[in-house]
C-alpha cells in the first residue's frame, strides 16, 4: 500500500513541475484534465480515448443537426398553411446564406480558406498549433 501511495504522490509532484512553469491558475481546467491523462495513460490508450471523445461528439452534433432539420421540416409541412409553404422555402435558403456570410465576414474576418490544405498549412507553419479560428471556419 505504501508504494502505491509514493507512486501516487511522484505523479503529483511530476504534474506540480510541469505546471509551474506554466501556472496553475493561466491553465484551462481541460489542460488540466489533459495533462493528467497524458501522464497516466500510455500514448496508444491516450489516442484511443481521444479518438473516442471526438467520434461521440460528432456523433451527438450529426444526431442534433439532424433533430433540428426534421423538426424544421415538420413545421414546415404541417404546422404552416399551404400558401405560406412556398414562402418558407424561398425565405430559409436565403436566410442560411446570408447568415453564412455575415459569419465569414464578422467573426473570421472574411478568410474563409477551406479543406484539409489549410489545416495541413496551418500545423507545418505553427508547431501543430492550429488557431481556433481555422477549426471553427472548417464547420462552416
Request: aromatic fraction near 14%; charged fraction near 15%; proline fraction near 1%.
Amino acid at each position: 500500500m505504501k508504494i502505491h501511495n509514493r507512486k501516487k504522490y511522484l505523479s503529483f509532484l511530476k504534474f506540480k513541475r510541469d505546471f509551474q512553469k506554466y501556472g496553475l491558475e493561466k491553465a484551462r481546467s481541460y489542460e488540466l484534465v489533459l495533462h493528467w491523462l497524458h501522464n497516466r495513460l500510455s500514448r496508444n490508450q491516450f489516442l484511443l480515448l481521444s479518438g473516442i471523445l471526438v467520434g461521440c461528439t460528432a456523433g451527438l452534433a450529426g444526431v442534433i443537426l439532424k433533430t433540428l432539420v426534421h423538426n424544421i421540416h415538420y413545421f414546415i409541412t404541417h404546422k404552416v398553411h399551404f400558401e405560406y409553404q412556398l414562402l418558407f422555402y424561398l425565405v430559409f435558403p436565403f436566410l442560411g446564406i446570408v447568415l453564412t456570410t455575415m459569419i465569414v465576414i464578422t467573426l473570421f474576418k472574411g478568410q474563409d480558406r477551406k479543406g484539409i490544405g489549410a489545416i495541413l498549412y496551418e500545423i507545418a507553419q505553427n508547431s501543430s498549433i492550429v488557431s481556433s479560428v481555422r477549426m471553427y471556419s472548417q464547420i462552416i
